[in-house]
C-alpha cells in the first residue's frame, strides 16, 4: 500500500477472518505494532476491530484481546455469537460481522481517502465496490500462502491494493519464543 502522508485512512479488521489467517500462517499479531504501521503512512482516523462474543461464560478467550484493543486505540466492535441447532442436530455457534463492518465502512467513506479491509470474505465485494464509488481507495489484507487461500478471488480483484499478510508478518507478527528442546531443563537462578 502506498498512502499518501496527508491521507485519511481507517483500518477495519474482520477480527475472525485475521485471527484465521494468521493462525494459518502460524503467526500472532502484535496489535501495536499494526497501528504504528499505519499511523506512519498518513493520517489513522479509525482502526475498528470486529469479533463476535459468547456471552455468559466465565472466561472468554478473546475477552482479554478485546478489552486490550478498546484501552489502546481501537473501537471495537462486538455482538452476542448466536446459538442454534443445525438440520442434523448439532450444536452450532455463529457470529457474522459482515453488516456491521459494512454500515461503518459506508458512514465514515465521506470523510476518508483510504480503506483499509482486514478480512478475505468475498461477500465484501459488493461493499468495497461501493466504497470505491464514493472516491475511496481499498486495500484489502488477507492471504493467498495457506491451504486453501484466506482471500476470495473476486475480493482481491475488487480491491485497488491487495496485501499479502504474509509480506506484512515482518512488521506486525510478535515473535514468538523459541521451542524449548526435547529434554531440556530450566533452572532458576
Known amino acids: 500500500m ?14 475472525a477472518n485475521l485471527y484465521s489467517a494468521a493462525r494459518a500462517l502460524n503467526a500472532d499479531l502484535d496489535f501495536s505494532k499494526l497501528l ?4 506512519a503512512k498518513g493520517v489513522l482516523v479509525r482502526a475498528y476491530y470486529y ?18 484493543l478498546g484501552y489502546n486505540g481501537f473501537s471495537v466492535v462486538t455482538k452476542p455469537v448466536k446459538r442454534f441447532t443445525d438440520a442434523q442436530g448439532h450444536s452450532r455457534t455463529k457470529g457474522n460481522m459482515d453488516i456491521e463492518i459494512a454500515v461503518d465502512m459506508l458512514e465514515l467513506a465521506p470523510h476518508l481517502d483510504h480503506m483499509v479491509l ?4 468475498g461477500d465484501f465485494r459488493r461493499l468495497v465496490q461501493a466504497v470505491q464509488a464514493r472516491g475511496v481507495r481499498v486495500t484489502v489484507v488477507s492471504t493467498l500462502k495457506s491451504q ?6 473476486e475480493l482481491r480483484r475488487q480491491a485497488d491494493v491487495f496485501v499479502e499478510l504474509n509480506d506484512l508478518l515482518p512488521e506486525i507478527a510478535r ?3 523459541p521451542a524449548a528442546a526435547p529434554n531440556s531443563r530450566v533452572f532458576d537462578q
Do not use: Q
Open 118 to 121: 482486514f478480512s478475505g470474505d
Open 175 to 177: 515473535p514468538r519464543a
Open 36 to 39: 504504528e504501521v499505519y499511523r
Open 148 to 153: 486453501p487461500p484466506m482471500i476470495a478471488d
Open 2 to 15: 502506498t498512502p499518501y502522508p496527508t491521507e485519511r485512512i481507517a483500518l477495519f479488521i474482520d477480527g
Open 51 to 68: 469479533t463476535a462474543v459468547i456471552e455468559g461464560e466465565e472466561f472468554s478467550p478473546i475477552k482479554p484481546l478485546v478489552d486490550w
